[in-house]
């Protein structure tokens, strides 16, 4: 969900600003995805990096992260949306903590959606605490595979995304679910967040239902008669 200060900064507003208005598009994305059928949507809201930014900056952030929980979170435990959280939760302030361990515990058994707020995730700290965990569990290097790092990470129950959309103009991924990504497949737009509408939405997925999916096979000649890894589904972007 990028762009948020520059939207602001176009309109002589403070970056704070931008940010609020970011907090007030991402209940309609939700919603139209959710229409779509779309099971499984992760928003990058706050990266490991971010917390170099400036001071007044950060915590206009954390605030408007525990004020979106107490606005809408009856409205998602209503419609059935299952909220998570990913990334290192103690660093956060302790009243925005509570705000996550409550919203989590309380939609934990909702299944029609499942929305993930990245908040102080990082994607390499993901990876690493996967590989710290396996260490851990005692386990040998011949038993460290693809699938046993990748049910270690943070996402390790969910399946891999299908699309990536980023928004504000940037063609990177930024640290954001860098092993799950692998086979993403990406959509950039110059559009800022806080303007990503339903409109916007639809000319993402409509672009997406374009795209020919090979993971790296050459389609219908799969090997030992196996189809290819799939995320989602045959098609259903997460």
């Known amino acids: ?19 609020r208005a970011g907090a007030e598009a991402i209940r309609p994305v939700i919603e139209r995805l959710g229409e779509y059928g779309v099971g499984v949507l992760t ?3 706050f990266s490991t990096e971010n917390w170099g930014r400036p001071r007044h900056e950060v915590e206009a952030i954390l605030r408007l992260g525990g004020e979106f929980i107490d606005r809408y979170l009856d409205d998602f435990d209503r419609h059935g949306v299952q909220l998570r959280h990913l990334g ?17 515990e309380r939609t934990r058994r909702n ?24 260490i851990a569990e ?15 990470l943070a ?4 399946p891999e995304p299908d699309l990536l959309i980023r928004t504000g103009g940037e063609r990177r991924l930024s640290n954001f679910l860098l092993w799950q990504s692998a086979y993403a497949e990406y959509y950039f737009t110059e559009t800022f967040w806080p ?11 409509a672009e997406f239902s ?12 799969a090997a030992d008669g196996e189809g290819p890894h799939r995320g989602a589904g045959d098609g259903e972007p997460a």
């Open 111 to 134: 299944d029609r959606m499942i929305v993930n707020f990245a908040f102080n995730y990082g994607g390499r700290a993901d990876i690493v605490a996967a590989v710290r965990r396996l």
């Open 210 to 221: 374009k795209r020919q999916r090979r993971f790296g096979l050459v389609p219908g000649e």
């Open 138 to 152: 005692g386990t040998t290097p011949e038993e460290i595979t693809e699938e046993a790092i990748a049910s270690r």
């Open 88 to 104: 290192e939760l103690d660093a956060l302030p302790r009243g925005l903590r509570a705000r996550v361990r409550r919203a989590v």
């Open 43 to 45: 928003l990058f809201g």
């Open 1 to 19: 969900m990028d762009g948020n200060g520059r939207w602001a900064q176009a309109r002589n507003l403070k970056r704070a600003d931008g940010h």
């Open 155 to 158: 996402t390790g129950d969910l």
């Open 195 to 205: 303007d990503f509408n339903l409109a916007c939405v639809d000319e993402a997925l």
